[in-house]
T-cell receptor, first 113, second 116 residues
Framework: KQEVTQIPAALSVPEGENLVLNCSFTDSAIYNLQWFRQDPGKGLTSLLLIQSSQREQTSGRLNASLDKSSGRSTLYIAASQPGDSATYLCAVGVTNSGYALNFGKGTSLLVTP | GAVVSQHPSWVICKSGTSVKIECRSLDFQATTMFWYRQFPKQSLMLMATSNEGSKATYEQGVEKDKFLINHASLTLSTLTVTSAHPEDSSFYIC????????????FGQGTRLTVV
């Protein structure tokens, strides 16, 4: 069974810092990987989607990389802002699970002014 | 991206009653819909997968007679929590996927269920 781990569980940084969130998964037979943002009590906002054949995706200040062979992905946030404060979830789509997503527990990010 | 609408966004019900949650794909045909739940400070856990016109496939530990899933059309899936108990209180969220196998999954806004 696919296990998705996110490190760190929580992170607090001052505004303006660049930061990296880590995600690892145990089964490399994935078809894609998505990073989401979840605000307290809210649903999910998709940030970046990386197909299994891709190495990275970029959107604005966000960059996500994927190394399928080592079972790792990183989400890089440049020039963090207080509005970036949220929980960031990593999820992998596994081929043999009907293409459902397996989620990590998330990294809770706090960006202080 | 495609839009998935989930309703209601929150609901409070009494123990023993049933609650229905709707998940609609507004601008694409959802051949597969997934239902997840999230307990406080936990990650999202897949409950079941449903393909249009077929019976849902439930994950281990999820009671199919308690969580009834219907996916009768390509744009609508419903989750009914029957005889709800306080331990069913959770955040339920659906996602929908189109025909292509590597299509991005789009999520609804989620439903906060509180059973009192």
């Amino acid at each position: 069974k696919q296990e998705v781990t996110q490190i760190p569980a929580a992170l607090s940084v001052p505004e303006g810092e660049n930061l990296v969130l880590n995600c690892s998964f145990t089964d490399s037979a994935i078809y894609n990987l998505q990073w989401f943002r979840q605000d307290p009590g809210k649903g999910l906002t998709s940030l970046l989607l990386i197909q299994s054949s891709q190495r990275e995706q970029t959107s604005g200040r966000l960059n996500a990389s994927l190394d399928k062979s080592s079972g790792r992905s990183t989400l890089y946030i440049a020039a963090s802002q207080p509005g970036d404060s949220a929980t960031y979830l990593c999820a992998v789509g596994v081929t043999n699970s009907g293409y459902a997503l397996n989620f990590g527990k998330g990294t809770s990010l706090l960006v202080t002014p | 991206g495609a839009v998935v609408s989930q309703h209601p966004s929150w609901v409070i019900c009494k123990s023993g009653t049933s609650v229905k949650i709707e998940c609609r794909s507004l601008d694409f045909q959802a051949t597969t819909m997934f239902w997840y739940r999230q307990f406080p400070k936990q990650s999202l856990m897949l409950m079941a997968t449903s393909n249009e016109g077929s019976k849902a496939t439930y994950e281990q530990g999820v009671e199919k007679d308690k969580f009834l899933i219907n996916h009768a059309s390509l744009t609508l899936s419903t989750l009914t929590v029957t005889s709800a108990h306080p331990e069913d209180s959770s955040f339920y969220i659906c996602s929908a996927r189109g025909r292509r196998s590597n299509t991005e999954a789009f999520f609804g806004q989620g439903t906060r269920l509180t059973v009192v």
